[in-house]
């Protein structure tokens, strides 16, 4: 029997079962801290681990942790299809989080919907069910308190399980993200203000040249844009992070961001993109990224792992 095949079983131990019933509607088991690994959880990556899991726990909400180590108890599916959204990549099974993140979703995609040429929103990657580090991909996205949400405007909301495998985002960016490319719209701006201006959400992630391009477009009040960060990449999708939800002891909040709307920040990842600093002979080589274990990360993950 190969790896994966052992994964897929200690998976289905860890869940109880593989049925489609959900979580802690059926059973509220207790969440326990504990840093003694039982022994079938050591000397394998907790990516493994959690990427084998196909339900969320059966118990009480909550994030434990941070966004790029920590897990979800009691994790919820944004259902595949609703009347204004439309989860994507079904097979990476990442369309899960803290019902706080569901609601945030759901209501931000009826507002997607109001803007013209826009049905709703295309929602990526989520968190797996019960969160922890994924098999691939992100570092974040680790307690169901992020989400992605494709730069596509949705024009149709009936996509098949294999159309929304095999279409693709657009990406807004030119320039190497510099600028926004004619792609980029009024409705992108809205969508990402509407986000921002809400109070649930920490940080949005999205590429240099449209925090620039938002700056310079917004006439109003620009206090929101303090929450909007330029980061590289997200361009195809832009990434929100949602503050921990009230009263959940055990969720790491990130730092809040500077104070200020941050464009003029905005404006020197430009100029740095634009006009590269010369690269530093003394900095120090990055050292080789290290999977984390089940000892990195909260000890109430292996409750959750061991909970139906």
Not at 90 to 97: F, T
Not at 121 to 142: E, F, K, N, T
Not at 290 to 298: G, Q, V
Request: aromatic share 6%; charged share 20%; glycine share 10%.
């Amino acid at each position: 029997m190969n790896r994966y095949a052992m994964l897929l079983i200690l998976g289905a131990v860890l869940t109880g079962c593989s049925g489609s019933g959900s979580n802690n509607t059926q059973l509220n088991q207790q969440v326990v801290s504990t840093q003694n690994i039982p022994p079938e959880m050591q000397g394998i990556e907790a990516r493994q681990l959690f990427g084998a899991s196909p339900q969320g726990s059966r118990q009480a909400a909550r994030p434990f942790g941070s966004y790029a180590k920590g897990c979800i108890a009691g994790g919820v599916a944004l259902p595949e299809t609703g009347p204004t959204w439309q989860a994507m990549r079904l097979s990476r099974n990442r369309n899960w989080g803290h019902p706080e993140t569901i609601d945030f979703i759901q209501d931000l995609s009826r507002f997607a919907a109001t803007q013209p040429g826009w049905s709703g929103l295309y929602v990526g990657d989520i968190s797996q069910p019960r969160g922890g580090p994924m098999l691939s991909g992100h570092r974040s996205h680790q307690t169901g308190m992020d989400v992605d949400i494709w730069m596509l405007p949705p024009a149709r909301l009936d996509l098949s399980r294999a159309e929304r495998e095999s279409i693709s985002s657009i990406s807004l960016r030119r320039a190497n993200g510099a600028y926004t490319n004619d792609s980029y719209t009024r409705q992108h701006h809205e969508i990402m203000k509407a986000a921002a201006k809400d109070s649930r959400t920490a940080r949005i992630f999205v590429f240099p040249g449209a925090k620039v391009r938002m700056c310079r477009d917004e006439t109003g009040d620009k206090s929101w844009l303090r929450k909007v960060r330029p980061w590289w990449g997200h361009h195809y999708h832009f990434h929100i992070r949602l503050n921990c939800p009230t009263g959940s002891k055990g969720c790491e909040n990130q730092s809040p961001p500077p104070a200020g709307d941050g464009c003029a920040e905005a404006e020197q990842w430009v100029e740095n993109i634009l006009n590269p600093p010369p690269p530093d002979p003394t900095a120090p080589k990055p050292k080789p990224r290290r999977e984390l274990t089940m000892a990195d990360l909260p000890g109430q993950c292996v409750s959750v792992l061991q909970s139906d």
